[in-house]
């Protein structure tokens, strides 16, 4: 420290713990996928928190760890270390019975390639009753659920169709409708909109808003998109593995009565008090393996090593 601090100031009583909200909590996850002798550190010490009936975005570079995060929450990918809970799972000591229960009834999962969701020679409804036959479920509930899930996704015309009569935006709609056809308390789309046209991708995100709302489903979209992750509360941006920033919107009321969107972005700091510089900071700065802290009354400041005030 430069000099010491004149008077520390008091912590926040509002603590970061995931709480009785909370529906995801990923604290330090770490994903190590090895090839031969290689090893890649898909993730590396990441912290999540989502809380129930939110819809985030998750957005980061290619190869930062997105849709590891996506397939360790959706039960089809395991950590290598770090803690993860949904819901009620501890998503590193589940038995193999229990993996079958999770993806079965506490995710939904829409992957990124539109087609990989569907079966070619089903037709909406029966994609839909798919699931549900799997679980068991009541037969009241495999007569009328396809045809009011395929209605509020706003395909409900197309419940007689088979996948290749579809558009593009209609099968990601019919493929939410299939993931959410067992009530999951968690719906995890990766790059739902990846593949559509500008206006076909607002349509699609939409639903995926309607859904969150209607169903008070948790929502965790991955996507590139700016033009989508501009529309939740919330984005977490991954960086080499670990959460990085987090932007965080809220609708403000002009004086003349207009709503208009502020956009603030936030820095994530894990437990141990580790937080990432982003690059254009350090290079404009010149920070590099040694810099200097210093507590000040409302805010820690860092300079480049041989800074003033040494
Ligand atoms: N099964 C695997 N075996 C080995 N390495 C993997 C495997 N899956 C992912 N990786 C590596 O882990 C890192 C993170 O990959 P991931 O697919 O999670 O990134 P992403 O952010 O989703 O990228 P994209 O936006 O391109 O889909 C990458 O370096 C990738 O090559």
């Known amino acids: 420290m430069s000099k010491p601090p004149l008077s520390v100031p008091q912590p926040s009583p509002r603590t970061p713990e995931p709480g009785p909200e909370t529906m995801i909590a990923c604290e330090s996850l770490v994903r190590i996928y090895q090839t031969g002798s290689v090893e890649v550190q898909a993730l590396q010490g990441l912290d999540l928190v989502v809380e129930r009936g939110e819809m985030i975005a998750v957005v980061g ?11 360790i929450l959706a039960g089809i990918d395991a950590p290598t270390a770090g803690r993860a809970r949904v819901d009620r ?8 019975s229990d993996r079958v229960r999770y993806r079965r009834h506490t995710v939904g999962f829409v992957r990124q390639q539109t087609a990989s969701n569907l079966v070619p020679y089903l037709t909406a409804r029966q994609m839909v009753d798919l699931p549900l036959t799997a679980a068991r479920a ?4 495999r007569r009328t659920r ?16 088979r996948p290749a009569q579809l558009s593009g935006g209609e099968q990601m709609r019919v493929a939410i409708a299939v993931a959410l056809a067992n009530r999951p308390r968690v719906l995890l789309a990766d790059e739902p909109t990846g593949e559509l046209d500008a206006d076909t991708s607002a349509q ?14 948790t929502v965790v979209v991955v996507t590139h998109d700016p033009e989508v992750s501009g529309q939740v509360e919330r984005t977490v941006a991954i960086r080499d593995g670990r959460t990085s920033s987090e932007v965080l919107r809220r609708t403000a009321t ?6 208009h969107v502020i956009a603030e972005e936030y820095a994530v700091m894990d437990r141990a008090g580790r937080v990432q510089i982003p690059r254009d ?18 805010r820690v400041e860092i300079r480049p090593n041989g800074g003033v005030d040494a």
């Open 204 to 217: 699609v995100f939409q639903a995926l808003r309607d859904v969150n709302r209607q169903f008070a489903v």
């Open 89 to 96: 799972w501890n998503l590193l000591s589940m038995s193999r």
């Open 61 to 71: 570079a290619s190869g930062s760890g997105k849709s590891t995060l996506l397939s």
């Open 254 to 259: 002009a004086e003349d009565g207009g709503t």
């Open 138 to 141: 009541p037969a009241g509930d």
């Open 281 to 298: 900071y350090r290079e404009a700065l010149a920070l590099t393996r040694r810099v200097r802290l210093a507590l000040e009354a409302d």
């Open 146 to 161: 396809p045809g009011e899930l395929l209605e509020v996704l706003g395909v409900g015309h197309c419940a007689d169709r």
